[in-house]
């Protein structure tokens, strides 16, 4: 369009001249057409025969003959306008070039002073031309330095010159490209669009590409980081065109990758600050000299604003170049998946997953899987069967606690790539863990049994896997019958992974905990002894050594082992609640109420550290994950987290500790026994301030009440309410406590807490109906504790519980059914079966009465102070 | 062991002022280092306890020179920290743990003494930066938890973390994996020495005690020792380094080792991580193995696509979907199609409902307007005269100019008629209201368009083209009205059709 343009002014030129009888002009016009000629010449010789870096060209030298010819023509005589005589040399400069003949194209580069050219006002395709000369100036003295033996010192200043020479070219090229898609622009929006007038992609060719990315290469060759960073910098600062997007992916993702790679927080300068002056990074070995500030009049465009987003640490900038690049990698995949773009797809593929890569190693940094799983998910749409970057999407999902899908993703890396037993093992280790399928877990585990030939250790975690569920299936099974076999089950899986893997404390600890849990104390001691020595300090182990020890009835044993697991683990409340057991059993109430307060300070220090309005894993840095790690994972919680019962979960945060604190005050303050005013007090000291002081208590109660009504919306299990799940439990035995020293407006205190957090969880109504038994309303009891089993029907306690009440009110048979339900539910429970036969004895019954008080009897010999099944058993 | 037991003197009588130069010559004292390592490596060594406190005493010192020099002897520290706990051999250890935990607690603090609390943020591409702008990232997908971020720019924090006195089990972990986050952020300037140190220790704790140690040489030391994901990500961090700073043979084999612990104690981050270097590696196993140490490379790439023209890719379709459209919008839509997605949403949904409207117009009586252009033709005659007027105003170039500032004005009229209408729940109020604000704006239009428009010929047809595309733009806000009123929708419909024929377009976008 612009050629046929100007041509057609030439050739009204041409007419006025030979209108008006200017015969003088005629001469010159011809000239610019012979200029003209031969560029185009030399431009279309290019195109036939492209220049490959590294070697000279060839081709048919005929042609480029009669470029010469046109362009000697053109400088021939004297009367042509001083640009195009400057415009004719470069182009007969670049002649010379091609034709290998180096230095006369510098003297001709000389000749015409390249740096006095003017770039302001001036038609877009002479920029082209002076990117061009300086990318062939470089290109010449580059290729004279490689012959000549010099002293490094004229080396040094050469290599700066040719340096000098490609920045200029570089900058020149990106100001050329952004004025042509400019005037591009302008001419679509004056013009209405010719149907098929789309954008032709534009090629650079030969001279430009390297004008734009020599200069970094040689930095980077000559070990210079600094300077080839800040290059890269300034290219990708430039505001893009549609011809530089492949550039700048490219550029975006090696200069990533240099960060990721090659630089460190100490070292890393952000782009708009001035680089400094000495750097590790830099090749001690290369002296650095200072460059002169390029003096370019007109620089490329380059992205400004007041409030743009500019990086500060290496990894922020990573990921910002990575995003940016993942947008266009994601943008340029290639979907169709015929077999004629076959080759186009796996290209397109291989470039957009070193992206995924390189994202996935930045934000793996900072621990940010939420956000790489939604990256990842987006590649989706073109990684069909391809194993890799799937794989990494189901691992992200894990990484950032989304279980089910992880499972659902990892389902179809095991069919990618039925060999591996990690993938099966991680989804075992999902549906055993968070999830809770069991059946699923089991038959993923089966999955890694089955391959015979693989390595021992991956079959033994395998057998781990199967023991497991198992286990919990055999834990969460209501027939005796199923729970026996699910235990013998359970326990042959347990001894294959011993035997496959001795070294591993788990299996060995697992073996002990499931003949514990079958109350086989003496062998379960074996095992765990086992355990420990191969992995002294294990949380677990030494729970379970405390319980078994307790058993046994060694109690001041067990809290001595307790009070060593604590002294290695002081914030684990799981160990905290075994201990207030133990303690109200051998140290009387006292040290409990202790060891409750603790508890508090502990879980305040713990919790209200981290601001409640971003807690939730994943939102912070790799730190926070830890500390959320380390306390949701150690608290399992199987009063609380009955997975039949449905978790009752604060839906908000939204009140907060102070809120909570304030309540605590609230409903302690009444109590006059010393123990609970200095339990609140040192919560006030704690808390620090309090200044929620004005918010009423009701307030509290309807965010509650609504949160209560939001339960059964299902929650995450690793939420952020697990804090809130611990304290009420805290509470909960705090209040045990209090019903064992028989202070009833105590315990009501304490539950009324947990009540706040949770009102219909089930252990809160078990222990208002304990509450009630203490005053004496037996009526009452009754109540509480059949609207803790209308929530949670198969709670065994509280069924005890019910059944001794019913059998104060005299009604027999129904305690009598209800106690059988309880030993259905569970056979271990000593107490029901002791209950049972008080209430036969009662019916008269008394052969079946002494049957149940035998092996009540039995069973309490073995029994341990809180279930062995609080202990987590988790992959 | 000479070496190291002047260095233990030459410190504590060295003066103040010459405390930097001290520093600088320190590093290149090679066999003073190799020294430190000896002595660090044998945990019963006499000279261990000074050197601890002699190390600790440089990184308090606060010469960023001699904070280094401490920093380098990181990772075999820690290595004999390790495997000393693991053999429950407490007592010799403790000068050891005492200096990392020295270290810890300098660290997590600044100058002043307050804790420090690291801030990183997570860019977003809504965002503009100095290195791109939004408007220019075309495919950026409309997700919730985009929408929830657009425009934000996400900060997360690191700290404040507390001070330790002593290691457990339990905040063991979290200490060293701060303690390499230290180590990592001075990658650059740890010697060779130390890089290689990082990744024995590295393959030592991941294999030691299971099945693979026995392919290795580490024969002296048989129990498993654990590790943390976290620790085992940050780890990887200065393997990764290790790769392409002259480590890279041994770096692969770290890399490996790691992963097989990360599989083996199932845990997805070290695993992704580990992964993504490997998968990222494989391109560039050839180019590096045999190179000298700090080489990182570049090549000139080639700027044109590597992808064929013809490939269906994300940006193809994006282009099928703008010409299926095109079909069907008034104007020319050229320049937008680098606007964002965002955009295009909007602009499509628009054009869609137009469709939808017209043909759904057909059966009710038009306006006066509408019934004198169109009178009882059919939707498809309709979509023709749409046609016929599209290329009139396509030929006629101006008339773009005005539409545009009659959709700018139905707009503005669209947010008041909504909040009229929305406060009144009453159903027979409710439409009244809506019936009326809708002739009302219709009129308004019309009446502008009157007195812009430079060809009144087509003044009705471009007044019907206009109304529909404003009545698409009011379809967002009317539906939550019809939704207030949803069980009085009949008596709502009825009096729509007695009174204001207009109505009918916004019940047929609503069916």
């Known amino acids: 369009m612009a050629a046929k343009k100007s041509g057609s002014r030439l050739e009204t030129e041409i007419e006025r001249c030979r209108n008006e009888c200017l015969w003088e002009r005629i001469p010159e016009l011809i000239k610019q057409l012979s200029l003209l000629l031969g560029e185009a010449k030399l431009e279309h010789y290019l195109k036939e025969n492209p220049i490959k870096p590294d070697s000279s060209p060839q081709g048919p030298r005929m042609k480029l003959i009669e470029v010469k010819k046109h362009l000697t023509a053109a400088l021939d005589r004297g009367n042509l306008k001083l640009e195009f005589i400057q415009e004719a040399n470069l182009i007969l400069a670049k002649f010379h070039y091609v034709e290998g003949d180096y230095s006369e194209a510098l003297s001709l580069y000389s000749k015409v002073v390249l740096d006095n050219m003017q770039l302001m006002a001036v038609p877009v395709y002479r920029l082209r031309i002076m990117a061009e000369a300086y990318a062939t100036k470089g290109l010449c003295l580059e290729k004279l330095l490689e012959g000549s033996s010099r002293s490094t010192e004229q080396q040094l200043e050469q290599e700066q010159e040719i340096i000098a020479c490609y920045e200029k070219a570089g900058d020149i090229a990106l100001l050329y490209l952004q004025e042509t898609e400019r005037v591009l622009n302008t001419n679509i929006q004056n013009r209405s669009p010719k149907p098929g007038s789309s954008f032709q992609e534009q090629e650079l060719g030969f001279f430009l590409e390297t004008g734009l990315q020599r200069a970094h290469v040689i930095y980077f060759k000559n070990g210079n980081l600094t300077r080839g960073v800040g290059r890269f910098r300034e290219i990708l600062r430039a505001v893009e065109t549609r011809t530089t997007q492949n550039l700048r992916m490219t550029i975006a993702r090696q200069l990533a990758e240099i960060l990721l790679r090659g630089m460190c927080e100490q070292s890393y300068w952000n782009p708009l600050e001035d680089p400094p002056q000495h750097s590790p990074l830099d090749d001690p070995s290369q002296q650095c000299c200072n460059l002169k500030p390029r003096a370019i009049t007109r620089k490329p465009r380059v992205y400004v604003g007041d409030s743009i987003f500019c990086p500060q640490e290496n990894t922020e900038e990573a990921l910002l170049l990575l995003l940016i690049s993942e947008s266009m990698a994601n943008r340029d995949a290639v979907l169709s998946r015929i077999p004629e773009h076959n080759s186009d797809r796996l290209v397109s593929l291989q470039s957009a997953s070193i992206v995924y890569d390189l994202l996935t190693i930045a934000l793996g940094r900072r621990g940010q899987y939420e956000m790489l799983s939604e990256c990842l998910e987006r590649a989706m749409k073109f990684t069909f069967e391809e194993f890799h970057l799937w794989y990494q999407f189901a691992l992200s999902l894990m990484a950032a606690g989304k279980s089910t899908r992880a499972v659902r993703v990892l389902r179809e890396c095991i069919r990618l790539k039925p060999d591996d037993p990690t993938i099966p093992l991680l989804a075992s280790k999902l549906c055993i863990g968070p999830l809770h399928w069991l059946e699923e877990g089991e038959r993923f585990a089966e999955m890694v049994t089955d391959m015979s030939e693989k390595a021992s250790e991956f079959r033994a975690k395998g057998y781990l896997a199967v023991g497991l569920a198992y286990s919990l299936q055999a834990t969460d099974a209501t027939l005796r019958g199923v729970q026996e076999s699910l235990q013998k089950k359970a326990l042959g899986a347990f001894q294959r992974a011993h035997s496959l893997s001795p070294t591993d404390h788990l299996a060995a600890f697992y073996l002990s905990l499931q003949l514990a849990i079958s109350r086989q104390i003496p062998e379960a001691l074996g095992y765990v002894r086992q355990a420990l020595q191969l992995q002294g300090d294990d949380v677990n182990s030494l729970h379970l050594l405390a319980l078994l020890l307790s058993a046994q009835k060694h109690y001041h044993d067990a809290v001595n082992i307790i009070d060593m697991a604590l002294s290695e683990y002081p914030e684990n409340f799981i160990l905290l609640f075994t201990k207030v057991k133990l303690e109200s059993m051998c140290r009387g109430p006292d040290e409990a109420l202790l060891t409750c307060k603790h508890m508090l300070q502990i879980w305040k220090s713990c919790y209200n550290l981290t601001n409640p309005s971003d807690s939730g894993r994943g939102s912070s840095l790799l730190d926070r994950v830890i500390a959320d790690r380390r306390n949701l994972n150690t608290i399992t919680l199987p009063d609380f987290s009955d997975p039949e019962t449905g978790n009752p979960a604060p839906a908000s945060l939204a009140s907060g500790p102070s809120l909570s604190t304030y309540t605590l005050l609230q409903s302690l303050s009444p109590v006059d026994v010393d123990k609970d005013v200095d339990l609140s007090l040192t919560f006030l000291s704690a808390s620090g301030s309090i200044h929620a002081t004005s918010i009423a208590a009701s307030r509290v109660e309807q965010a509650l009440s609504e949160v209560a009504s939001s339960l059964q919306s299902s929650m995450p299990r690793q939420g952020p309410m697990h804090p809130w799940m611990t304290l009420a439990q805290i509470w909960l035995h705090a209040a045990e406590v209090y019903i064992g020293i028989g202070k009833p407006a105590e315990a009501t205190a304490c539950i009324q807490e947990a009540a706040n957090l949770f009102p219909t969880s089930h252990n809160v109504l078990f222990m208002r109906g304990q509450v009630a038994e203490l005053r004496g309303n037996i009526e009452e009891a009754k109540r509480w504790y059949e609207e803790a089993l209308s929530i949670s029907p198969t709670h065994v306690r509280t069924m005890q519980r019910l059944g001794l009440v019913l059998h104060q009110l005299g009604r027999y048979s129904l305690a009598e059914k209800v106690l059988r339900d309880a030993v259905q539910v569970n056979s271990t429970a000593h107490e029901v079966w002791n209950n049972l036969g008080e209430v036969l004895q009662a019916q008269g019954n008394h052969h079946a009465a002494t049957e149940c008080f035998l092996t009540a009897l039995e069973l309490e010999a073995s029994s341990p102070v809180v279930p062995f099944t609080i202990i987590p058993r988790t992959l | ?511």
Not at chain 2, 135 to 162: N, R, Y
Not at chain 2, 353 to 368: E, M, R, V
Not at chain 2, 468 to 476: E, G
């Open chain 2, 1 to 511: 062991m000479l070496v190291v037991e002047e260095w233990l003197s030459e410190f504590k009588t060295l003066p103040e002022s010459s405390v930097s130069s001290y520093a600088a010559s320190l590093n290149d004292n090679h066999s003073l280092v190799s020294a430190l390592y000896q002595v660090i490596c044998e945990p019963h060594s006499e000279l261990l306890e000074p050197v601890c406190h002699q190390l600790f005493e440089f990184y308090r010192n606060g010469d960023v020179l001699l904070r280094r020099f401490t920093l380098q002897f990181l990772p075999e520290l820690v290595w004999c920290y390790l495997s000393v706990t693991a053999t429950r051999d407490v007592h010799s250890s403790g000068c050891i743990e005492a200096l990392l935990l020295g270290i810890y607690n300098l660290e997590i603090v600044d100058k002043d003494g307050h804790n420090k609390v690291l801030s990183f943020t997570i860019p977003s591409l809504s965002k503009p930066s100095i290195y791109h702008e939004p408007s220019s990232i075309g495919s950026m997908a409309l997700t919730e938890s985009a929408l929830s971020q657009h425009g934000l720019s996400k900060v997360v924090h690191s700290g404040p973390h507390d001070q330790r006195e002593t290691f457990t089990a339990q905040n063991r972990f979290e200490v060293l994996t701060f303690l390499f986050l230290c180590y990592n952020s001075n990658l650059n300037c740890m010697p060779r020495l130390s890089l290689q140190s990082l990744c024995h220790m590295s393959s030592r704790v991941c294999v030691s005690g299971y099945p693979r140690q026995f392919q290795k040489n580490y024969k002296d030391f048989s129990s498993r020792i654990p590790v943390s994901p976290e620790c085992m990500v940050q780890i990887l961090t200065a393997v990764y380094y290790a790769m392409y700073n002259g480590e890279w043979d041994l770096a692969c084999k770290t890399l490996d080792d790691v992963l097989y612990r990360a599989q083996l104690e199932m845990f997805p981050e070290p695993l992704l991580v580990g992964n993504a270097i490997k998968n990222s590696v494989c391109f560039d196993a050839v180019k590096y193995s045999k190179e000298a140490p700090r080489c990182i490379q570049v090549e000139i790439t080639p700027t044109s696509s590597r992808i064929s023209r013809n490939a269906v890719t994300s940006l193809s379709i994006r282009g099928h979907r703008w010409k299926r459209n095109e079909a069907t919008e008034l104007k020319p839509q050229e320049e937008l199609m680098d606007i964002s997605e965002v955009d295009e949403g909007f602009c499509s949904r628009a054009s869609n409902t137009n469709i939808a409207i017209s043909s759904g117009g057909n059966k009710t009586p038009a306006g006066k307007s509408q019934r004198k252009s169109l009178g009882g033709r059919s939707g498809r005659e309709k979509e023709m005269t749409t046609e016929i007027c599209r290329e009139h105003l396509v030929r006629k170039q101006t008339p773009r100019a005005t539409s545009e500032n009659l959709e700018l004005l139905s707009i503005k009229r669209l947010t008041l008629t909504s909040s009229q209408s929305l406060p009144k729940p009453g159903n027979q109020s409710l439409a009244n209201t809506v019936t009326t604000v809708f002739s009302k704006s219709f009129e308004q239009v019309g009446g502008v368009l009157a007195a812009n428009s430079p060809a009144s010929a087509i003044s009705g047809n471009i007044g019907d083209s206009n109304r529909f595309s404003a009545c698409s733009l009011q379809d967002d806000k009317l539906a939550l009205v019809s939704d207030r009123a949803d069980s009085h929708i009949s008596t709502v419909q009825q009096h729509k059709q007695q009174r204001s024929p207009s109505c009918n377009i916004h019940l047929s976008t609503d069916m």
